[in-house]
């Protein structure tokens, strides 16, 4: 551009020489021919202008050349980023797609699910009447029979008489046995009911947008996850027959260990293991076996409970309080080391609420190990994440929630598991239990018990 202006400067004065030339040339007294070629320091500096015009138009061309090839490269990139959004659009929706489905056959489900409820609870009705009407009928009979047996105290029972007698009470058996089987039926089909609802709910409170929105902006970091024990829970059931126990399980005739629901006082629903011991069932609260669960969770999480009911768990600081608000219970502690040696220990005691974080209160009762935890001392549970004043490092230094007192004892059940090494010692930050005489206890399974007192528990053995 600066080579155009010059040459438009330098031309007009060019052209104006030339005319003062000829007028010059006009004016003279002897006037010379014409001449048709212009002058030659004209010529150059014309030609110099034009070089100097080519230079800066050359140079015009390759800057604008490569401005175009920027704009180019810019449309290619905008083109592709086009086309990456429009492909993750397409997923979106065909995701969309999937849970709308998804929701549609939970709902048919929902609604099958409520009328085999309702069917359930007319034939459970039904046979409740019968049964009802059957207990009246035997109560007749039987005080007929008593009337027979009284007015003929010397005569042998009549045959007709035995078998009546033995018919009626298989039909009675007949119908106990029916009776559990439908409240069996009955409790698993309000379980799965309140699954679906709780996927519903989580359907309702993710939403679609919000999900399109998060999937946009940014990848979304996965969090680190545990099975938690509360997703086992029955929500909103209203049924009288669910026990507040295991002790009333075992009560009822269920002398097995396994997987039961209970509902105790004030609470709702939700599943334990009952773990039978010598003609008693006790409430499995803790167990550990392998090392398979990280106990190294959140306050969140040991307040609810984490882990498997038939592997490694913890149940959970709200549903054990509200087992044992209900009446005085034992707590046992039952260890086994690396040499396959038994031991346990069983307190009397009471656990606060969670505004008290959880104040455990022991009282020894019993046990063949020593004592480790301190009696007649308030004990809060701390994790990583909730620190109980004055408890600041200890769940950090043995990795897993648990009861702390003044300073950080060497006892910890739900520390990190580890497994025994050859000819090395080991490791404190663990799961040990470290007596008051200095013994250290390296443990290889753990079990944590309650029960009520009402049936006593000093009665197990060693060999539990």
Sequence with gaps: MYTIKLFLFIAPLVISSRIDQDYSS???????PKSRFAMLDDVKILANGLLQLGHGLKDFVHKTKGQIND?????NIFDQSFYDLSLQTNEIK????????????LQVKNEEVKNMSVELNSKFESLLEEKILLQQKVRYLEDQLI????NQPETQEHPEVTLLKTFIEQQDNSIKDLLQIVEEQYR??????????????????????EFTKNYLSSKPRVPRTTPSL????????KYDAIPADCTTIYNRGEHTSGIYSIRPSNSQVFNVYCDVISGTSWTLIQHRIDGSQNFNETWENYK???GSLDGEFWLGLEKIHSIVKQSTYILRIELEDWKN?????????HLGDHETNYTLHLVEITGNVPNALPEHKDLMFSTWDHKAKGHSNCPESYSGGWWCHDVCGENNLNGKYNKQKAKTKLERRGICWKSQNGRLYSIKSTKMLIHPTDSGSSELTEAN
């Design 26 to 32: 006009i004016d003279s007294v002897s006037p010379e």
């Design 71 to 75: 704009i180019f490269q810019k449309l």
């Design 94 to 105: 065909e995701e969309e797609k999937e849970l709308r489905r998804t929701t549609s056959k």
């Design 304 to 306: 609810y409970g984490f």
């Design 147 to 150: 009337n027979l047996i009284k």
């Design 188 to 209: 698993q089909l309000n379980q799965q009911h309140s699954q679906i609802k709780e996927i519903e709910n989580q359907l309702r409170r993710t939403g679609i947008q």
């Design 341 to 349: 040696n038994k031991h346990y220990i069983e307190y009397s005691f």
């Design 230 to 237: 509360h997703l086992n829970e029955t929500k909103n059931v």
